[in-house]
């Protein structure tokens, strides 16, 4: 009887620590210094892109090609993750395509940041956060994300 106890506890305090971690996802902190005045911030609807106006560079938000944030209203055992891909473009470049997550996690190669030519892009939230009675079809096209860029210094 004791063990079944235990068992019930245990279970108990890992959805709790899921809720928990669902609320830090959206608000993660990057390696980028936002104070700098070189770092631009934008955001960007799904299938859509941005020239920056402090770097030669062009941003487009291709898709989500992962989404298994636990949603809101639901016990899950993990919080999830999810993968915004991007294209990034240099004036006068050749597209490069960097997928960018809203939790690192290094077993599987998903990283909230990347470097690419020279500069450091980061995914600094992503939205609409899924609810129980959506899925990631029914939120195709809807997504939001915010994208935080500096030039490395040398």
């Not at 639901?74 to 960018?100: F, H, R």
């Not at 195709?140 to 490395?152: D, E, F, H, L, P």
């Amino acid at each position: 009887m004791l063990y079944k106890f235990i068992i019930l506890s245990l279970g108990i305090c890992a959805l709790t620590s899921c809720t928990a971690k669902k609320k830090q996802v959206e608000t993660q902190g990057t390696e980028i210094n936002q104070r700098d005045t070189k770092v631009e911030k934008i955001e960007l609807s799904e299938g859509n892109e941005k020239w920056l106006t402090k770097y030669p560079l062009r941003i487009k938000f291709r898709a989500i090609t992962e989404d298994s944030r636990c949603p809101e209203g639901v016990d899950c055992i993990w919080a999830g993750v999810a993968v915004a891909q991007i294209e990034v473009i240099e004036k006068g470049g050749q597209p490069y395509s960097v997928n960018l997550a809203t939790t690192a996690m290094p077993a599987k190669g998903y990283k909230t940041s990347a470097e690419v030519n020279g500069y450091t892009i980061a995914l600094e939230s992503l939205a609409p956060y899924p609810k129980a009675q959506h899925t990631t079809k029914t939120l195709k096209g809807s997504y939001k994300i915010a994208i935080i860029v500096q030039q490395k210094s040398n």
